[in-house]
């Protein structure tokens, strides 16, 4: 069974950035799409954006196009989420995903990462 951990959350000022990192346990990484979502308070969770089990094709939310970028190292077991030009409308909890190619919905997930954007 993969499993998830989350980290490089914290609180920046507008216009900063962070990297989140999202490590896996388990040999099957490298089989699973990898996903960020998050969710604000009162809000339902939202996808952020996607990367393909090779690491090539690549899926933005609109509001992360430009400013954000995903990634992975299937070496390090591990998928990256850079955040640049961060706004205070980024604030949320960071959630890291997983699905199987063939499975329809992420059904593993991290704890999940606080960011804040705040002056």
């Known amino acids: 069974q993969v499993q998830l951990v989350e980290s490089g959350g914290g609180l920046v000022q507008p216009g900063g950035s962070l990297r989140l990192s999202c490590a896996a346990s388990g040999r099957t990484f490298s089989t699973y799409i990898m996903g960020w979502f998050r969710q604000a308070p009162g809000k339902e969770r939202e996808f952020v954006a996607s990367?393909?089990?090779?690491?090539?094709?690549?899926n933005l939310a609109d509001s992360a196009k430009g400013r954000f970028i995903i990634s992975r190292d299937n070496a390090k077991n591990t998928v990256y989420l850079q955040m640049n030009s961060l706004k205070p409308e980024d604030t949320a909890v960071y959630y890291c995903a997983g699905r199987r190619y063939f499975e329809p919905e992420y059904d593993l997930w991290g704890q999940g990462t606080q960011v804040t954007v705040s002056s």
């Open positions: 990367v393909s089990r090779t690491g090539e094709s690549l």
